[in-house]
């Protein structure tokens, strides 16, 4: 079992930037693929980009492509979210989560281990 606490959320204008960290803990870290997810009010939670254990493949949703990367490192138990040209629209509480056994890196079904969130709010 993995339990997961996300920091590094707040308030960025537009265009601007932030980097999301979750720390693990418990054992076997690294045999966790993560993801990160958003949920906005009245929305449903989507996966913004997920990464295997080994770090070899990853997965990034459209909308965040070229500029949001998600990178992990499995000596500090710790997943981060690198967020590039924010935009008002991304405003939502992001999610870590964690499994071991994943076919789908970007179905949130499919993860057994979530963290409380972090807040993040786009100014325009």
């Known amino acids: 079992q993995v339990q997961l606490v996300e920091s590094g959320g707040g308030l960025v204008q537009a265009g601007g930037s932030l980097r999301l960290s979750c720390a693990a803990s418990?054992?076997?870290?690294?045999?966790?693929?993560m993801g990160w997810f958003r949920q906005a009010p009245g929305k449903e939670r989507e996966c913004v980009a997920a990464?295997?254990?080994?770090?070899?493949?990853?997965y990034n949703a459209d909308s965040v492509k070229g500029r949001f990367t998600i990178s992990r490192d499995n000596a500090k138990n710790a997943v981060y979210l690198q967020m590039n040209s924010l935009k008002p629209k991304e405003t939502a509480v992001y999610f870590c989560?964690?499994?071991?056994?994943?076919?789908?890196?970007?179905?949130?079904?499919?993860?057994?281990?979530w963290g409380q969130g972090t807040q993040v709010t786009v100014s325009s």
């Open positions: 418990g054992r076997a870290f690294s045999r966790y693929a």
């Open positions: 989560a964690a499994d071991t056994i994943l076919l789908r890196l970007w179905e949130p079904s499919e993860y057994d281990y």
């Open positions: 990464i295997r254990w080994s770090g070899s493949s990853t």
